[in-house]
């Protein structure tokens, strides 16, 4: 592997992503010519092209991943969209995508719509994520929240949010919201583990391009926000991280399970047809996954553990 991803954390904001904004349709195409060092390497070269799309949070490890694979297969054209978990299931819906990239598990009303078009797939894990809130680096009265905190500072009742309500001694300040936008799988989760289905906060501006969310935050020294745990390490010097009942988000307590409920995998769905008629789709899911592990780690999320990889190469070995 390149050094040059383990730099990405800092240049994640800025490139992370050329795969497109999330929430945007714009997509990234990388191919790039075999450098001296690689064409020595025992590769057996193919052609053809590859298409996804879908969650922001997974998209810089598939940033990374599609950056080293146009290393190894450089006649391989691999397009990834950018449109939020949800935004990505409709596209592999419509069987324009061969993998769709997810921080959510599929929902039954999507398998439905993939049974009705005729789409068989398979679901892979790839990594670890930890929802992060954050706040702005001039909040001095936050340091840690109770769900209970975080379930009445974001469900919506009518009233205007002040930091005040969730505790006497902090500022009189109307709370000001970030959230990731309805497409996205990272709100469906907060709002099913955070809100119990309830309605989120309706002041709060919505996106699904995490780095505008990353914007409002450091903007505004009321402000509130959250996201994938890889995009609060890349702005880590402009944000203030905020413990969930005592734990703060980190690569130890993601992977262990003690920052719960706000630990969570992040998906893979592949077409099952893909994979056993385009040899580019299943040579880049083969590579996918046995990098997946060391690139989630390298833009800041937690690896599985190596058997879930294996177990993953071994389900993409039958689909063949």
């Known amino acids: 592997m390149k050094n040059w991803k383990y730099l990405l954390m800092t240049t994640m904001v800025g490139s992370a992503l050329a795969l497109g904004a999330c929430g945007n349709d714009s997509n990234t195409t990388t191919e790039k010519p075999l450098t001296e060092e690689q064409s020595t390497d025992k590769v057996v070269p193919?052609?053809?092209?590859?298409?996804?799309?879908?969650?922001?949070?997974?998209?810089?490890?598939?940033?990374?991943?599609?950056?080293?694979?146009?290393?190894?297969?450089?006649?391989?054209?691999?397009?990834?969209?950018?449109?939020?978990?949800g935004g990505g299931f409709e596209k592999f819906i419509a069987?324009?995508?061969?993998?769709?990239?997810?921080?959510?598990?599929?929902?039954?009303?999507?398998?439905?719509?993939?049974?009705?078009?005729?789409?068989?797939?398979?679901?892979?894990?790839?990594?670890?994520?930890?929802?992060?809130?954050?706040?702005?680096?001039?909040?001095?009265?936050?340091?840690?929240?109770?769900?209970?905190?975080?379930?009445?500072?974001?469900?919506?009742?009518?009233?205007?949010?002040?930091?005040?309500?969730?505790?006497?001694?902090?500022?009189?300040?109307?709370?000001?919201?970030?959230?990731?936008?309805?497409?996205?799988?990272?709100?469906?989760?907060f709002d099913e583990v955070v809100l119990k289905k309830a309605d989120l906060v309706k002041a709060a501006t919505l996106s699904e391009d995490d780095n505008v969310l990353v914007q409002g935050v450091q903007g505004d020294k009321n402000a509130i926000g959250y996201f994938g745990y890889a995009y609060y390490l890349a702005n880590k010097d402009n944000l203030k991280v905020v413990k969930v009942g005592g734990v703060e988000p980190s690569?130890?307590?993601?992977?262990?399970?003690?920052?719960?409920?706000?630990?969570?995998?992040?998906?893979?769905?592949?077409?099952?047809?893909?994979?056993?008629?385009?040899?580019?789709?299943?040579?880049?899911?083969?590579?996918?996954?046995?990098?997946?592990?060391?690139?989630s780690e390298a833009v800041g999320y937690v690896k599985l553990p190596e058997a879930d990889y294996t177990k993953g190469l071994a389900d993409l070995e039958a689909l063949k």
């Open 251 to 295: 690569n130890a307590t993601i992977e262990s399970g003690e920052y719960a409920p706000l630990s969570r995998p992040l998906f893979v769905y592949a077409k099952n047809s893909a994979i056993k008629d385009n040899a580019a789709a299943y040579d880049f899911m083969k590579y996918t996954l046995e990098n997946a592990g060391e690139m």
């Open 46 to 85: 193919i052609e053809g092209k590859v298409a996804g799309d879908g969650s922001s949070t997974v998209a810089p490890i598939m940033e990374a991943i599609v950056e080293e694979y146009a290393g190894v297969q450089n006649k391989v054209q691999v397009t990834v969209g950018v449109s939020g978990t």
């Open 95 to 189: 069987g324009s995508t061969d993998f769709s990239n997810a921080s959510r598990p599929v929902k039954d009303e999507e398998k439905e719509k993939l049974a009705a078009a005729g789409i068989d797939f398979t679901e892979f894990k790839i990594a670890y994520d930890g929802i992060s809130l954050v706040v702005n680096k001039d909040n001095d009265w936050v340091d840690s929240l109770t769900m209970e905190d975080l379930q009445k500072m974001w469900t919506e009742d009518g009233t205007k949010k002040k930091w005040s309500d969730i505790n006497p001694k902090w500022p009189n300040e109307e709370i000001v919201f970030y959230s990731p936008g309805t497409d996205s799988g990272t709100y469906d989760y």
